[in-house]
């Protein structure tokens, strides 16, 4: 192995820097992944029978205001103008999402003004005024008022974190954004899209260079393979994306995750939902979501099979440490565990924790590039001397 960078992860993260380490520094690269595919969770494959892009891991739609962010993904992919939209079913009706005006007068059998049904809303939060909400439901009560938290929150945050709200801490939540105007677009970015001819062929086009290897079905932490952690960690500049405790042999103690498992049904119908997202908000569904993949792409309507779709249902649960991490669970607990960790990678020689989860965060795929970007320029170049 001649590599000048080894990277642990062929994410978002692991591939921008990579790119960079190339383009930048004339660098050669070697990336590993435990997994078969590049991509990480931004990954997607697709379906022979209905020809809808199915995005592995979950629903992966790209927006950014960034412009550093914008202009660099565009010299790989071309996007869509895919314009992200969510509905919700509860008690027999569909909503649109995030709540607006159109739901809250739907759900009152109203015509509210922007101004009346601010007042409404404002009143009916009030019910817990001067109170400190103990937990995310009077929290949830105090910042959008029963009728509404009811309808739509609460059973869908009981359905995520498999426990009633009265029970979750209160500073889950910071918000529930209530729009006064009849705007359901989910996003408020300036640029969003889907990649023109798929996720995969994007990532694809980031390490098209022949200085860059990749080597996948290799987990970092396997000695009986030769690009592991022990062989490589102060030998050579190392990037590392995976799990920050499982780097540490969990020494510490595990971060928590929340993880999701997908249900997949098919439909002998062209269209089953009408709409890429609908969310479930009543506790009689048992799972939260449902992804119709083929109708994040109407403009592939030639390619795509008239007759059938398919559905992913998601069942969102607390991750053990075999499952995929997906949503750190982030209480104050781990947060404090997190910041021990960090304080040993910081120690590490030679090696960069990067992405979400070597810094245990939520990243969108944007935050992801940027952080990269960053990382390369402030962490890594050094390293390369
Ligand atoms: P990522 O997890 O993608 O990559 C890390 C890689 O490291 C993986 O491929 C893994 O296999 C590998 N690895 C780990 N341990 C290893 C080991 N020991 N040895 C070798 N390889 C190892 N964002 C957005 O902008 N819009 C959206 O709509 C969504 N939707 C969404 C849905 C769901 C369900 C989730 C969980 C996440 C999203 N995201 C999102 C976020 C998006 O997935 C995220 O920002 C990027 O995938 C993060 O890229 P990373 O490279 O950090 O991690």
């Not at 869908?156 to 979750?168: N, V």
């Not at 987990?219 to 920050?244: H, I, M, R």
């Amino acid at each position: 192995m001649d590599a000048d960078l080894v990277i642990v992860g062929a994410g978002l993260f692991g591939l921008t820097v990579a790119q960079q380490a190339v383009e930048k520094h004339g660098a050669k690269v070697e990336i590993i992944d435990v997994r078969d595919h590049i991509g990480g969770n931004a990954y997607s494959y697709m379906d022979e029978e209905t020809g809808a892009e199915i995005h592995k891991y979950g629903a992966h739609l790209f927006h950014t205001s960034n412009p550093r962010v914008w202009e660099y993904v565009n010299r790989f992919t071309e996007f869509t103008n895919y314009v992200h939209r969510v509905y919700t079913t509860h008690n027999g009706e569909v909503f649109p999402l995030p709540i607006n005006l159109g739901t809250i007068n739907q759900f009152f059998h109203a015509h509210y003004t922007p101004a009346e049904a601010k007042a409404l809303i404002a009143e009916q939060a009030g019910e817990l005024a001067g109170t400190d909400p103990a937990n995310l439901n009077d929290k949830g009560i105090s910042l959008i008022g029963r009728p509404l938290y009811e309808a739509f929150i609460k059973n869908y945050t009981a359905k995520q974190w498999q426990t009633d709200p009265s029970e979750l801490p209160a500073g889950i939540i910071k918000r529930l954004p209530v729009r006064f105007n009849y705007d359901n677009r989910y996003f408020r970015d300036t640029w969003e899209g889907l990649p023109k001819d798929g996720y995969t062929a994007w990532m694809e086009r980031m390490i098209d260079d022949p200085r860059i290897h990749v080597t996948l079905n290799t987990d970092f932490f396997d000695e009986s393979q030769p690009l592991n952690k022990k062989a490589l960690v102060g030998k050579v500049p190392v990037v590392y994306t995976g799990p920050v405790d499982r780097y540490f042999d969990y020494e510490l103690g595990d971060l928590k995750w929340r993880t999701v498992d997908f249900k997949e049904v098919r439909y002998d119908e062209g269209d089953h939902f009408g709409c890429p997202v609908m969310n479930f908000a009543d506790s009689d569904v048992p799972y939260t979501r449902a992804i119709e993949f083929k109708n994040f792409n109407p403009e592939r309507k030639d390619s795509q099979n008239p007759d059938k779709t398919v559905v992913w249902e998601e069942y969102s649960r607390f991750a053990t440490r075999e499952d995929e991490p997906y949503y750190p669970v982030n209480t104050a607990e781990d947060k404090a565990l997190y910041e021990q960790y960090a304080a040993k990678a910081a120690q590490e020689p030679k090696v960069v924790f990067g992405g979400r989860l070597g810094t245990y965060k939520y990243y969108d795929m944007h935050n992801v590039i940027d952080t990269a970007l960053t990382a390369y320029e402030e962490q890594v170049a050094p390293l390369l001397g």
